[in-house]
């Protein structure tokens, strides 16, 4: 085996394309000639490409799951509904989140950050480097979507690292290494950059775990736990045209949190299958309810949490989903380091935040969304 | 990679000839290598923008068919030139993409307790997550040019076809590729084969 074999295993196989896929772009390409232009219909995107990559690895990795593994909430056991407890505030959460009303588009506005080593002389600290992605999609088809990611400046992760970056004399940009990769980040945003709306197709999300959905199926999803439960770990992952694709499985449950952030983050679910989601994974066995934490960005949230023991020697870490208590909404995501493994550096100390996913804005509005400054 | 054409070459060449006054003539082209221009793009952004994108290369290979270089009989890395350089279009996705991989791979394969640990630690499966996070941090010159090696099974002289790049370019970019590829995975690697490395 060589590298080439070891990159090729990265990529999954996809699914083929659908006959009517094909048939559709032969006929695009050969009736955009002279008289007959190609209808530009605009796509719906894919906001995150997280959710492609999870439905490519589900589907090619065809994880089986024998019946009895999978783990099964509960959610008719109540165990107190104390506004101040960590379950009373994830649920007081889901009930706002029922209430939002929704708009003509639906937008998410995402900052991704990653922590590093800053290295050379003038480093020694840890730096987060960031990016931002900007995507809006209207109810109907014909409203368009847009999807926007820029470069946003590194910076020191903590107070402690900011000291260090002062002391060393503030540089304005860092060196960092990750994946055995050296590089540089910047301190000031780059602009802000459009990825092309798609030609055809529109309607259809990829969705990690569970498949494809177009936006009316996204409409009718249950929105009891418990049907929501079986949606996400029971059956086949569905492909187009009515085919199946590998067995879901959760037994895992940072794997279910994952998915239903995906969910959440990336897709326009209605507000009362929202508060589903968020109502199954406060009940989901082997979730922690963390209670009152803050955010990445400083907010104040309320969190879920699901440790894990990283594949890749980096020990055991915690992933945590949290949530606006008093809307209801989703701020995002975060790794949290628990203990060391044997390949963890050695500033992934217990504690140290690994790498965020925040949701600064997003939401439902009535007017064409905007990019932010 | 991909075994040579042993029987009738696939003469994409006469088709897109003959598309120049008949241009239904091209739909030879798409049905011979549809589904493998789909399958590379979706590998690399996924099923949906493979959709569209996979369309945008025959739609735009079409229209520029007057300026297909006839001496190459076959219009595969032809195809895959325009694909990549669509693809390049949607770089952040793509970067994401491999990201999510990396962040997803650390939840999705946990080590288990009676697997052969040694055996466990050199699986292809256990690389997967550091290598999509390194495939991400290559600059997009070097990784389409490792892609196109890698995925589509391109020579070296068909991925300077491809790109419309130097021979020495593309054998440089693909070296330092795969240098910092190994170089992310640790050079002692048991995964690695020393004469290939």
Known sequence: MNDLDLVRGVYDDPPPPSAATAADARRRMLTQDGSLPARRRRAWRLPLGLVAAATATAVAAGLALSPGDSVRPRPGVT???????????????????????????????????FAALALGRTGGYVVEERTEVFAWT??????????????????????????????????????????????????????????????????????????????????????????????????????VDGRTGAPKHCEEPGRVLDQVFSLLADTP???????????????????????????????AAVALAAPFDSADGRGTIQRQVLFDQRTGKLLGGRDIQLEPGPDSETWQAPGRMLDYWAVVDSGWTDAQPVLPG | MHEPYLTAPPDDAVWIERSWDEPECFGAVFDVHYAEIHRYVSRRLGPQAADDVSAETFALAFRRRRRFDLSHRSARPWLYGIAT??????????????????????????ARGHEDEVTAKV??????????????????????????????????DEVAQALDVPFGTVSSRLNRARRKLRKALGETNPLLDEEEA
């Open chain 2, 123 to 156: 699986s292809a499966q256990n690389v997967k997550g550091p290598l999509a996070g390194a495939i991400a941090a290559l600059p997009a010159a070097q990784r389409d040019v490792l892609l196109l090696v890698a995925l589509a099974g391109l020579s070296y």
């Open chain 2, 85 to 110: 350089n669509l693809i390049s279009r949607h770089r952040r996705d793509e970067v994401r993409l491999l990201r999510a991989v990396d962040r997803l791979h650390a939840l999705a394969e946990p």
């Open chain 1, 138 to 239: 209207g109810r109907d088809r014909g409203d368009g979507t847009s999807f926007y990611g820029r470069d946003f400046p590194g910076k020191p992760q903590t107070k402690a690292d900011a000291d260090a970056w002062r002391a060393a004399g503030s540089p304005p940009s860092w060196q960092i290494r990750s994946s055995g990769l050296t590089r540089t980040l910047a301190s000031k945003p780059g602009p802000w950059q459009e990825d092309p709306p798609g030609d055809r197709g529109g309607g259809v999300f990829d969705i990690g775990g569970l498949g494809r959905f177009t936006y009316q199926e996204l409409q009718d999803l249950p929105t009891d736990p418990e049907d929501l439960r079986k949606l996400l770990c029971e059956g086949s992952i569905k492909l």
């Open chain 1, 79 to 113: 165990v107190g509904t104390d506004a101040s407890s960590p379950r009373g505030m994830m649920l007081a959460a889901a009930t706002q989140a029922e209430l939002q009303q929704e708009g003509r588009y639906w937008y998410t506005h995402q900052r991704i950050a």
């Open chain 1, 269 to 299: 679910v209605p507000s009362k299958v929202r508060a589903g989601l968020m109502r199954l994974i406060t009940d989901y066995p082997g979730v922690q309810r963390l209670g009152a934490v803050k955010d990445p960005l400083g907010r």
